[in-house]
């Protein structure tokens, strides 16, 4: 993309995307595992995988030049490197501490990428704790620990195990120049090593073949790594030899000899992409892909849906007697694609751990700030949902949280006071339900006061006086628009940033979201959102030159009306009278200022369609041109919301098509009545309805 | 595939384009012409260019939004440059020329001329744009640059589409009732 | 006396960042843009450890391992081959021809001294 001359500059400077991206993975993975080991459920092995994950971190910002990343990290490594030692254990100040700095670490390595500068003693109280703790420790420990030397036969320092080790290498691995000190070197590194050598096959210097292999081994480790670290150490030769590995810590061994050992640094040579404590025992295969591939591919689906779509409409105008194998041939051809088109959607799927993850965090700095005490536990983090929405879920889950936290939760004195414990908790959880994701947030706070509601809402003119509303009804009303029931406008939450903007948020994403709460006892969140956005059934229609396309589920039927059963209204336009009601009619050609289009609605065709918001209307349009399954393109990527437009598609010609959208065609027309008071749904919802259905159909 | 597609005829990707050399201090540009008049666009917005195809129109739309295109699967709007700087709306041809930009997180089309050329320049030659003309129009003007035998005026997209006046405009609904009912 | 790193890449940048990196931490590195032109170079002077990626023109990395042992002079090197994550059979042809180990893409510059001071302390 760019044009800067090649081989200018740094040339390590093309890697720093990669090491951004794995600091990225690393800092969740130390993110995780910090909370396993918070709530209890760590051992020694998650241990490890943090200290491995700043480990990888320092090791990247080193060759990049990140002086302060370094400095800091190297510290943090140091304290978990003496915590993998057991000079250190965790305690709950130590735990918090390491949260601080998992968090401040996730601030340098974010102000390294950014290139923006951070005060220069940012992080300097943290460090100055942890080097604190690490001088206490070593104090501590002072004398106890040995070099290894120490430690006698049979004795196992605590949390260590013992390994033996039998390795015979065939002649292939020497002949890859695979050597087997250089390995009996990295075993060194991995703890106390003891090492047999068997050399009865190695005949006579006579018959010597300087390339075959005649030596085995027996070595008995003793080290804290697992099991993992020690077969790394053969990973490349582990075809070319017959290597056993055992873990005999039970059997009280004599060892003739321990040799003198570094430090048991662990050796990580090829990282895995992401480490977890509890993974279940045999992660699935994953590889990587570029996202720019992936959507590539789902952009070609998408055309081969619409080219199959023409396909099937060309093969309607068929005589069916006479070419029934190709007829045959198309409807097996939508269904593979309909289905490729499904398997392919489900690729861009992606578990909402990665928006979860970043709660706990936003919930331990606000809580922080506003001297409460709250947790938060999350459930469903594996619950998968299409990668573009779980970007934008970020904005709505994270305004959720903060006002949950500020306006929900009370501080820990009023809590006790009303009887509930000090801490209070946000559940966040994502599962799937009825072919749709069901993401829930919910607190245990002050919940929504509802008469406090209900009279801003009548001064503001949003309730008519003296209309009654059900508790739900009134707990929903917190979505409208510059609604909010805290006197102060908080610093935090944002100013005038209320709950109707996460509504549009969720709206935009064809979600649903409500409300239920009971005052004194919390509030819950509840957003529905669908699996795929992706295809909708379209009538395709003319007005004018123009092409549109309106979503089959919300049409119940159309008809050519006649002069009589067309009724104009003062003030209001036209109606149509229809088995006994009155439906308003709405000239698109009108809404949309089309010129040389049919004006009479007889002569026309009258396409009656529902929508939640909007009721029943008839909508005129000239010509009714099929059926055609859409592929649903945004219009407001590159453009803005319209109007009386959902979005857009491109016909089996390459031209491009708008998406009508009902309810705000009502709006358009002039035709005002949408009582915002009942509906939780507005606009884009017509779409998504049809979207939902159409998946469920298929 | 069809009218909406790039035909490589019509197309130019700009690695195709004849590069003067690109030096320490200089900034390029595409130039391109509405009428007599020659502007210059930041080369590093720019994405494509391609010959002018049908648009589908946008309901409601501002005069100078044509309408939108099918680029290879994404729906990108196409804005008439020559409306945009209220001289009114281009009769298109298919000899006209469509420069796709990509600004911010938008890929958008600019409906032009001809595009003419790419110019090396040196940042310290470009001069202000002289305080005259309607205040609407200096707003995306970045400066004037004297080539050998011409005034090229750098065009800045910021300026040309960051006002809510130029996005769709929400009608309040009371007014169109009023209109319609009449 | 500095061990000698041969680094064999279709790929300027990569070969400019191998040998950044192992410069730094004190190997002397030599570079072939493929296999043809890492044979010539081999059999001009001595290295101790060959890095090389699998898919480059004229020779590939295949061919190049299994040049070198059935040569004389560098039989016994040790060689990295640098594989993606998903390319598991050219690891498997790799290994078939003679590799001595493998290095994943994208790595960091650590990882790489790391597997070096490895195979070729």
Not at chain 1, 266 to 280: D, F, G, I, M, Y
Request: aromatic share 4%; proline share 4%; net charge negative.
């Amino acid at each position: 993309m760019s044009i800067n001359s090649e081989g200018e500059g740094d040339p390590l400077t093309q890697f720093r995307k990669t090491y951004f991206e794995e600091c990225g993975e690393l800092l969740d993975a130390l993110q995780t595992n910090l909370d396993f080991l918070l709530n209890g459920s760590g051992d020694e092995e998650t241990v490890n995988a943090v200290f491995r994950s700043v480990h990888s971190i320092k090791g990247g910002a080193g060759a990049f030049g990140f002086t302060a990343l370094v400095a800091f990290s190297h510290v943090f490594e140091s304290l978990l490197d003496a915590m993998r030692e057991r000079k250190i254990s965790a305690t709950p100040d130590v735990m918090q501490m390491l949260l601080r700095a998992s968090d401040a670490l996730a601030d340098i390595v974010g102000a390294a990428r950014d290139e923006h500068q951070l005060a220069a003693d940012f992080g300097a109280d943290i460090v100055a704790v942890m080097e604190e703790a690490l001088v206490s420790a070593s104090e501590a420990v002072a004398g106890t620990r040995p070099a290894q030397a120490a430690t006698t036969e049979g004795i196992q320092v605590s949390g260590e195990r013992r390994y033996r080790i039998a390795f015979t290498p065939h002649s292939e691995m020497l002949q890859k120049a695979n050597e087997p000190l250089l390995l009996i070197r990295q075993l060194r590194k991995l703890g106390g090593l003891a090492v047999e050598v068997d050399s009865s096959r190695l005949p006579l210097l006579g018959v010597i073949e300087p390339e075959a292999a005649y030596l085995s081994w027996v070595f008995t480790l003793e080290t804290g790594v697992p099991q993992s670290t020690i077969h790394e150490v053969f990973e490349f030769v582990e075809d070319d030899c017959d290597l056993k590995i055992e873990d005999i810590s039970g059997v009280a061994a004599v060892v003739p000899q321990i040799d003198q050992a570094a430090n048991p640094v662990v050796l990580a040579a090829v990282k895995k992409p992401v480490e977890t404590a509890t993974a279940p025992s045999t992660p699935p295969q994953s590889i990587r892909v570029d996202v720019d591939k992936v959507d590539r591919l789902v952009n070609l689906v998408g055309e081969l849906v619409i080219t199959q779509a023409m396909l099937i409409e060309q093969g309607s105008l068929l005589p069916t007697d006479q070419y029934p194998a190709l007829l045959h041939g198309i409807e097996a051809l939508a269904q593979s694609a309909r289905e490729l088109q499904e398997s392919v959607m489900a690729i861009r799927a992606q578990p909402v751990k990665s928006v979860f993850a970043r709660m706990p965090r936003i919930v331990r700095d606000l809580a922080a700030t506003l001297s409460k005490e709250v947790r938060i536990v999350t459930a469903g983090e594996m619950t998968e949902i299409d990668k573009t929405v779980i970007e934008q879920l970020n904005d709505p889950l994270t305004h959720m949280i903060r006002n949950a936290l500020d306006h929900g939760i009370e501080s820990p004195d009023a809590r006790v006071a009303a009887g509930k414990p000090r801490q209070g908790t946000i559940n966040l959880s994502a599962a799937q339900r009825g072919g749709r994701i069901v993401i829930e947030v919910s607190d245990d706070g002050r919940g929504v006061n509802r008469e406090k509601v209900l009279s801003k809402a009548r001064d503001r003119g949003l309730v008519a006086p003296g209309a009654t509303l059900s508790d739900e009804e009134i707990d929903n009303l917190i979505f409208l628009p510059a609604f909010s029931t805290a006197d102060v406008v908080s610093n935090v939450s944002g100013r005038g940033v209320g709950m109707d903007v996460v509504k549009r948020n969720v709206q935009s994403l064809c979600g649903r979201i409500n409300v239920q709460s009971k005052f004194g006892a919390g509030s819950r969140f509840t957003l529905s959102l669908p699996l795929t956005l992706a295809v909708v059934d379209g009538m395709v229609v003319s007005v004018g030159k123009e092409t549109f396309i309106i979503p089959l589920t919300a049409i119940i039927e159309s008809l050519r009306p006649l002069a009589a059963d067309i009724h104009p209204v003062v003030g209001r336009g036209d109606v149509l009278a229809l088995r006994g009601e009155y439906l308003p009619l709405t000239h698109l050609h009108k809404c949309f200022s089309i010129a040389d289009s049919i004006t009479d609605p007889c002569r026309g065709i009258v396409i009656v369609v529902q929508s939640e918001s909007a009721g029943r209307i008839g909508v005129l349009v000239d010509e009714l041109l099929g059926q055609q399954q859409v592929v649903v393109k945004s219009l407001e990527a590159n453009y803005d919301p319209v109007d009386g437009i959902s979005g857009a598609t491109i016909l089996g010609n390459g031209r491009v098509a708008l998406i009508l959208d009902i309810a705000s065609l009502r709006e358009i027309d002039g035709r005002a009545g949408v009582q915002e008071l009942t509906a939780s749904r507005t606009r884009q919802t017509e779409t998504c309805d049809s979207n939902e259905e159409a998946t469920d159909a298929a | 595939m069809q009218p909406d597609q790039e035909s490589t005829a019509n197309s130019l990707s700009r690695d195709n384009l004849d590069r003067p050399a690109a030096g320490e201090n200089t900034q390029q540009f595409i130039t391109f012409t509405l009428g007599s008049e020659e502007y210059g666009i930041d080369i590093m917005v720019v994405r494509e260019i391609k010959g002018w195809t049908e648009t589908t129109m946008i309901p409601n739309a501002p005069t100078h939004v044509r309408g939108v295109i099918n680029l290879r699967g994404v729906i990108v709007p196409i804005f008439d440059l020559r409306a945009r700087f209220g001289m009114g709306l281009t009769a298109t041809t298919t000899m006209h020329v469509v420069i796709i930009v990509a600004t911010g997180t938008r890929t958008i089309g600019l409906l032009v001329d001809t595009v003419s050329d790419i110019i090396s320049v040196d940042p310290k030659s470009i001069r202000p744009v002289p305080e005259m003309g309607l205040p609407k129009e200096d707003q995306f003007l970045d400066g004037l640059v004297a080539m050998e035998d011409r005034m090229v005026t750098l065009v800045s997209l910021a300026g040309l589409f960051d006002k809510p006046t130029d996005s769709v405009k929400r009608t309040h609904s009371g007014e169109v009732a009023a209109a319609i009912a009449a | 006396m500095a061990k000698r790193i041969l680094t064999v890449d279709d790929s300027k940048t990569m070969r400019d960042m191998v040998s950044f990196t192992l410069r730094k931490a004190g190997f002397e590195v030599g570079e072939a843009e493929d296999g043809k032109v890492a044979l010539t170079v081999l059999a001009g002077s001595k290295f101790d450890l060959i890095i090389t990626d699998l898919n480059m023109p004229n020779m590939d990395g295949i061919s190049l391992i299994k040049n070198v042992r059935a040569g004389s002079q560098h039989r016994a090197v040790p060689i990295l081959i640098l594989t993606t994550e998903s390319d598991s059979t050219k690891k498997a042809d790799g290994k078939a021809a003679g590799a001595t180990g493998w290095l994943v893409k994208p790595f960091s510059p650590e990882k790489l001294v790391e597997l070096v001071q490895r195979v070729c302390p």
